[in-house]
């Protein structure tokens, strides 16, 4: 089974900070990476996709690095409302049907 | 107008039973899933179909079985329920399965708990 590994942490950071998460995948094959945001209690929400050459959302940038197989969240000047569970999704297939995996998922606090 | 619905929200039932979850979608969406989070919060992809095939089972026990009478319903049959059934049971919808670039819409959650 294609794996997807992310740290739990809590990552608690104080306003106005930058925080980066980092999900390790093992299907070198694997097409397609997006970040999901997960509040307590509800459903998962696509935050963005990741492109090859990286790209940026506002207060939000993704990387992805083929060779070393991660794929990065970066968030700039965080804000209370950024507090949520951060889960990264790679397809695992081997070039079928697209099998979307996710991470455990990485929980982020924004205090005041 | 909800995007992806589930029905009911919460079930709480006894061990043995049969149960069913619902789901639709308003998106005109060709894909739907199932998933369950479980209380290590787990994300886990259960089935997949488009335009009421089956195209992913990840081995999930029998006792569980999708049905798609249309492209806009996904519902989800369990039968003899579990303690090790309890969880959150997502569905979801997506626009096409082949460009692996899909977004995917989640319903709000069923959360099962079996006693």
């Known amino acids: 089974r294609k794996e997807v590994e992310q740290d739990p942490g809590p990552f608690n950071v104080p306003e106005g900070a930058t925080v980066a998460f980092n999900c390790t995948y093992s299907n070198s094959a694997s097409q397609s990476f997006f970040w999901y945001r997960q509040d307590c209690r509800k459903e998962p929400k696509l935050l963005m996709s990741v492109y090859s050459s990286g790209n940026e959302d506002g207060r939000f940038t993704a990387q992805l690095n083929r060779a070393s197989q991660y794929i990065s969240l970066l968030i700039r000047d965080s804000k209370l409302s950024d507090s949520a569970t951060y889960l990264c999704v790679v397809d695992s297939s081997s070039g079928g049907s697209y099998i979307p995996t996710f991470g455990r998922g990485t929980s982020l606090i924004v205090h005041p | 107008d909800t995007a992806v619905s589930q029905t009911p929200k919460y079930l709480v039932t006894q061990m043995g039973n049969d149960k069913s979850i619902k789901c639709e979608q308003n998106?005109?969406?060709?894909?739907m899933y199932w998933y369950k989070q479980d209380s290590k919060k787990f994300l886990k992809i259960m089935f997949s179909?488009?335009?009421?095939?089956?195209?992913i089972n990840e081995t999930v026990p029998n006792r569980f079985s999708p049905k798609s009478p249309d492209k806009a319903h996904l519902n989800l049959h369990i039968n003899s329920l579990e303690l090790g059934d309890s969880a959150v049971y997502f569905c979801?919808?997506?626009?096409?399965?082949?460009?692996?670039?899909?977004?995917?819409?989640f319903g709000p959650g069923t959360r099962l708990t079996v006693l």
């Open positions: 179909y488009n335009n009421k095939e089956l195209i």
């Open positions: 979801a919808s997506s626009t096409d399965r082949g460009a692996h670039t899909d977004t995917q819409y």
């Open positions: 998106l005109g969406h060709d894909t």
